[in-house]
């Protein structure tokens, strides 16, 4: 896949070094390109996949937003058309800290847009377990959301394409919210109740 990365912080420059690792063509939509996290993201994937948000989302058919959620409204409009574009929001309102008016970031996304096929995926779990969705002999799996099959099946193949071991569907776009409380719920966990960074969650069966 043709993928923009849009944010390239903790989450967005994981992503972007295991889908390049995967055979991925990653480019990464940057204001300000030459910043000293992006620099040290460019040794690592090549600066000449380093662009502004909207010649990256030009180029790609895949955009995964992982910018803070405050500054969402302002982002997706950086972006150009987005007609036909899968967007994947990655992103979270935290502490009330969102975009204003919005229960969650991918409502937000869907009315300053163009795209019809927004799901949301990759916001459940820490950017550590991006970096290593391994767990012993297990890997951690991860959740999308969205009306859109198309979008749902590019998040999916996305997230095994990480190391997770599934990404399972968990509804349509009325599920957005709950993908949030999700993952205030693994935050909560993680630094409020002193379990640390290093868990994660799995689906199991029987």
């Known amino acids: 896949m043709k993928i923009a990365i849009i944010g390239s912080g903790h989450v967005g420059g994981a992503l972007a070094k295991k889908w390049v690792k995967a055979g991925?063509?990653?480019?990464?939509?940057?204001?300000?390109?030459?910043?000293?996290?992006?620099?040290?993201?460019?040794?690592?994937?090549?600066?000449?996949?380093?662009?502004?948000?909207?010649?990256?989302?030009?180029?790609?058919?895949?955009?995964?937003?992982?910018?803070?959620?405050?500054?969402?409204?302002?982002?997706?409009?950086?972006?150009?058309?987005?007609?036909?574009?899968?967007?994947?929001?990655?992103?979270?309102i935290v502490m009330n800290r969102g975009p204003q008016g919005y229960q969650h970031t991918t409502a937000a996304i869907l009315d300053n847009t163009q795209a019809t096929d927004v799901v949301k995926c990759f916001n459940t779990t820490g950017f550590n377990n991006m970096e290593n969705p391994a767990y012993g002999n297990h890997a951690l799996d991860l959740f999308v959301?969205?009306?859109?099959?198309?979008?749902?099946?590019?998040?999916?193949?996305?997230?095994?394409?990480?190391?997770?071991?599934?990404?399972?569907?968990?509804?349509?776009?009325?599920?957005?919210?709950?993908?949030?409380?999700?993952?205030?719920?693994?935050?909560?966990?993680?630094?409020f109740q002193g379990q640390g960074r290093e868990i994660g969650f799995k689906l199991l069966k029987r």
Not at 34 to 61: H, M, W, Y
Not at 72 to 89: A, N, P, Q, R
Not at 155 to 179: H, R, S, T, V
């Open 145 to 191: 959301a969205g009306d859109s099959e198309k979008g749902k099946a590019a998040a999916i193949q996305l997230a095994k394409d990480a190391g997770f071991a599934e990404c399972y569907p968990i509804g349509g776009n009325d599920k957005f919210e709950l993908m949030e409380q999700f993952a205030w719920f693994w935050i909560n966990l993680a630094m």
């Open 24 to 92: 991925h063509t990653v480019l990464v939509g940057a204001r300000f390109p030459l910043s000293e996290k992006n620099i040290k993201l460019a040794t690592e994937i090549g600066e000449d996949r380093f662009t502004t948000p909207e010649s990256a989302v030009k180029q790609c058919e895949v955009v995964l937003i992982s910018t803070p959620a405050p500054a969402t409204v302002e982002v997706v409009k950086s972006l150009g058309d987005t007609t036909g574009k899968i967007i994947i929001d990655a992103m979270n």
